[in-house]
């Protein structure tokens, strides 16, 4: 993977890199998951051909002890056979036209991510574009949301977290985020 921008900000790196996020070394990367956490395609589908088995077995476990993972939510496995220790599953929403909260939902899936990597004292954490793929989010409104999310959790002074990565796949959404960090 190719890091294309570092932004430091208050201490915190944000890195815009180009590529897989299957391949990042962070210590968790964050899937674009559903509700039922049944990881089938997009980012969700290749984290689990390279993870293995594993990880839809975890997160069947979770979906049985907790129920269903709402939108704007987290749940968390092991990372499998990835070099990463974590997988962050957040539920970013399916894109309906903007006026079903979609907003304040994708917003949520993000921040709890960062919460949740903090929580677990992460030093490093790997985003895809939540929501901008098979959840048909628009990336040109999206990546203001991701901006807003990251740049909140960093005013709340994170002790831990040190280095957040978006990892983008192809040229066209690469092309969104420089525009806007
Ligand atoms: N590395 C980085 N980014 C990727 C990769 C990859 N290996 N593969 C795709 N992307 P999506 P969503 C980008 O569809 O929209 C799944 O079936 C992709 O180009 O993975 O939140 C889940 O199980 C896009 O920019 O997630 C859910 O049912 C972004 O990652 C549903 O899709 C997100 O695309 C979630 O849909």
Request: proline share 3%; hydrophobic share 40%.
């Amino acid at each position: 993977n190719k890091i294309i921008k570092e932004i430091k900000v208050n201490n915190v790196e944000i890195k815009l890199v180009s590529g897989d996020i299957t391949i990042e070394e962070t210590d968790a990367i964050v899937n674009a998951a559903n509700s039922q956490l049944q990881h089938g395609g997009g980012v969700a589908g290749a984290i689990l051909r390279k993870g293995g088995p594993d990880i839809q077995k975890e997160s069947n476990e979770y979906i049985k002890k907790y129920g269903k993972v709402e939108t704007g939510n987290v749940a968390l496995t092991a990372g499998g056979k990835l070099k990463c220790k974590y997988i962050i599953h957040a539920v970013g929403p399916i894109w309906e036209g903007g006026n079903q909260q979609e907003e304040k939902l994708l917003y949520d899936a993000v921040f709890n991510s960062l919460k949740k990597a903090e929580e677990l004292k992460l030093n490093s954490l790997a985003l895809p574009a939540i929501s901008a793929g098979i959840y048909g989010y628009p990336i040109e409104k999206a990546v203001p949301v991701y901006k807003k999310a990251v740049s909140d959790f960093i005013n709340t002074n994170p002790q831990f977290l040190k280095e957040i990565r978006f990892v983008i796949y192809g040229k066209d959404h690469l092309d969104y985020f420089l525009k806007e960090f």
